[in-house]
């Protein structure tokens, strides 16, 4: 039988490499999920963590990372903790072969799948190793339940609901979402779609997220207040960025400011990136390509008129500096995969109809102009955690561009393309 370290992801490995120069490794028993906080208790900061683009590295202003706080101690009942779908190695979100690896490690035993709490249906037999699987395969795909009923003041109806699952209905809606990362928080906008937003205070509404969390996915009893002020304490003082790029090297050098501790100190603020300006004119051709992709994310696409900063405003970080959430074209059901419900809702003013597989911010608001509409997220360390948008349907920072190109008329040469997908997997 293969001991575990055998399946661990190669990011964990390559920690467990550089760790054992310094300390040797504590043993990994059959019984410890594959993450790196059931490894360490604690990571350097900036320690280079492998994932598609190179390595990635987080920062924390205490010195290190810790990873045995309240953060990543189970607060409910069912195992549990914020770390389970937030892990360090998959930029503060989870990968699809994350979880299917805990999965095969534990034969879905894992806290992460327990007692139905986003398995495909709310009644799915957990009941053997195959009915897990067969029960799973919208978790193993990074995605996790949301089920959410219209509110009682709102502007339209649902009239139509199609689920492959057959449990969404037109009053309880039944759809998937992958997780965001719980890194680099400077908007005032907590959710894909806004629901624990408090106000513009970006703490409050941690804070209400973080309760939720507690008595929801973790299925416990409200926690105590110097609990949760620990566990969001951490999480917002957390920068998570890439630190090195496959033939670029370091992401901090020759002038360049990329890496997690120049995203720790990067304030709020509308203006443009300008972590690559050095780079304009560096010897290196990789360099340049990504300062070229730097620029067709900060100027106007001309033969669209659009721009990325058009949403992402926030100076090197990419979140929207007033918290406004904004329609993609993600939802729309011409992106829908067989495996997403399909919703129809009818303006009553006019008898307006829209079609969705996910409402966003509408489903919490009651405004039919909300639906659609997601929380502009951070762009920090985006090679660390694929697949994108709220509902995973871009694979690779290549698919992200092509449905900006789809989906909202961007019109990119393959050249252009392909230097902004450098300059995304350079953040």
């Known amino acids: 039988m293969l001991s ?27 019984d410890q999920q594959a993450l790196l906080d059931e490894i360490f208790d604690e990571v350097p900061n900036n320690l280079p963590l492998l994932d598609s683009g190179g390595f990635a590295a987080s920062f924390h202003p205490a010195g290190s990372v810790d990873l045995s706080n309240n953060f990543f101690t189970p607060q409910g009942s069912n195992g549990r903790d914020c770390g389970t779908c937030h892990a360090p190695e998959d930029g503060w979100s989870i990968r699809p072969a994350t979880v299917a690896l805990m999965f095969l490690l534990t034969g879905g035993m894992d806290p992460l799948f327990v007692n139905n709490l986003d398995t495909d249906r709310p009644t799915s037999d957990m009941s053997t190793l195959a009915a897990r699987w067969n029960a799973t395969t919208m978790l193993r795909q990074g995605k996790f339940t949301r089920r959410v009923a219209p509110p009682a003041v709102r502007d339209y109806e649902v009239v139509a609901a199609s689920d492959p699952f057959g449990v969404g209905t037109t009053s309880s809606l039944w759809f998937f979402r992958r997780p965001l990362p719980t890194a680099n928080f400077r908007s005032f906008t907590v959710m894909w779609d806004g629901a624990n937003t408090v106000g513009t205070v970006l703490r409050d509404g941690l804070i209400k997220q973080a309760r939720s969390n507690v008595t929801g996915a973790q299925q416990g009893t409200p926690a105590a207040d110097p609990i949760i002020f620990d566990m969001v304490d951490y999480e917002a003082a957390i920068s998570h960025a890439q630190l090195i790029g496959f033939a670029v090297g370091r992401l901090d050098a020759a002038g360049a400011h990329g890496g997690p501790e120049a995203a720790a100190a990067q304030p709020l603020v509308n203006a443009r990136f300008d972590l690559y300006d050095a780079w304009q004119h560096a010897g290196s051709p990789h360099r340049r390509q990504i300062w070229r992709g730097q620029e067709l994310f900060n100027n106007v696409n001309a ?15 990419g979140q929207n500096v007033n918290g406004t959430l904004f329609d993609v074209g993600v939802s729309r059901p011409e992106f829908a995969k067989p495996d997403m419900a399909v919703y129809t809702f009818r303006r009553t003013s006019d008898g307006a109809l829209l079609q969705t597989t996910d409402p966003g911010r509408g489903i919490r608001s009651g405004n039919f102009a909300d639906l659609n ?25 290549d698919a992200v561009v092509k449905h900006y190109e789809t989906g909202l008329g961007f019109v990119f040469t393959h050249q252009e393309r392909a230097d902004l997908v450098a300059f995304l997997g350079a953040l």
Do not use: D, M, Q
């Open 303 to 317: 033969p669209s008129g659009k721009t990325c900063r058009g949403c992402h405003t926030a100076a090197n970080n």
């Open 373 to 397: 509409r997601f929380k502009t997220p951070n762009l920090r360390g985006l090679a660390a955690r694929a697949p994108y948008f709220h509902n995973g349907i871009a694979g690779t920072l």
């Open 4 to 30: 575990k370290l055998s399946f661990i992801p190669s990011s964990i490995l390559a920690t467990v490499a550089i760790a054992a120069c310094a300390e040797p490794a504590p043993p990994v028993t059959e």
